[in-house]
């Protein structure tokens, strides 16, 4: 029942009960991050927002690494019913295979680490700050997504891990993180093809 039905059945001169109030509780949505095996292989990495989900193509995928900024292209929004999408996109645009990398909720946080409602968030995005913390089953903690300023094409973006507790040193490789037998890995192991040899330089 909504919250109007609520304010219908009362008498708010008459009632000490509360009349309107905001939950402090932080705003709380959506990601996935898809790995695409496409003309590229890439990552998809993809956030709730207003409805959708918008979207950066993240060719090297997420690190834990802070020492790691990694190049998050801004792509279109995609519908909220995409992060739930794995299987083969047949011919046309994205052909290949996506498969689900990680996924989990996430809310948008201050400088400070504080969490911030959608509102606010929404703001963030806009500016091209964007700081946001992460519960997945890969991916937990601080991240942010920083846009370039002088970006050649303008949608380059940086994914950036912060330094919390579940920030790693050494070398991060999603790669790693993926199951062998999966259908991308699958595909992959039976279409490697041999190294090509370099031509012979005629002296
Ligand atoms: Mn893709």
């Known amino acids: 029942m909504s919250l109007a039905k609520y304010k219908e059945k009362r008498n708010f001169t008459s009632t000490p009960e509360p009349q309107a109030g905001k939950s402090t509780f932080p705003d709380s949505f959506s990601f996935v991050v898809q790995r695409h095996k496409a003309s590229h292989l890439h990552y998809d990495f993809r956030l709730e927002m207003g409805g959708v989900l918008k979207s950066w193509a993240v060719p090297r995928g997420p690190s834990l690494n802070p020492a790691d900024k990694r190049l998050a292209m801004m792509v279109e929004d995609h519908p909220y019913d995409y992060k739930d999408f794995k299987g083969v996109i047949p011919s046309g645009y994205g052909a290949g295979i996506?498969?689900?990398?990680?996924?989990?909720?996430?809310?948008?946080?201050?400088?400070?680490?504080?969490?911030?409602?959608?509102?606010?968030?929404?703001?963030?995005?806009?500016?091209?700050?964007?700081?946001?913390?992460?519960?997945?089953?890969?991916?937990?903690?601080?991240?942010?997504?920083?846009?370039?300023?002088?970006?050649?094409?303008?949608?380059?973006?940086?994914?950036?891990?912060?330094?919390?507790?579940?920030?790693?040193?050494?070398?991060?490789?999603?790669?790693?993180?993926?199951?062998k037998n999966s259908p991308i890995n699958k595909w992959l192991a039976e279409n490697k093809k041999p190294l090509k040899k370099k031509p012979v330089k005629k002296q």
């Open 98 to 179: 996506v498969e689900i990398w990680d996924k989990g909720s996430y809310h948008g946080i201050d400088e400070h680490g504080k969490p911030i409602d959608a509102k606010k968030l929404k703001t963030a995005l806009k500016t091209g700050n964007l700081k946001f913390s992460l519960k997945g089953k890969k991916l937990k903690g601080d991240f942010a997504l920083v846009k370039l300023k002088n970006a050649e094409k303008g949608n380059e973006w940086l994914l950036i891990k912060h330094r919390d507790k579940y920030a790693v040193d050494q070398p991060y490789d999603s790669e790693e993180e993926t199951l």
